[in-house]
């Protein structure tokens, strides 16, 4: 259970990353 929670947080925070650097890169462009 642990386990998947903690997938779970890593899955989220990439997506996080990832959306914040899309949104940097848009506004660079």
């Known amino acids: 259970m ?3 929670s ?6 989220n925070e ?3 990353s990832l ?3 899309t949104v ?3 506004e660079l462009i």
């Open 6 to 11: 903690m997938k779970h947080k890593q899955e």
């Open 24 to 26: 940097h890169h848009i």
């Open 19 to 21: 959306n914040s650097f």
């Open 14 to 16: 990439c997506r996080r």
């Open 2 to 4: 642990s386990f998947l």
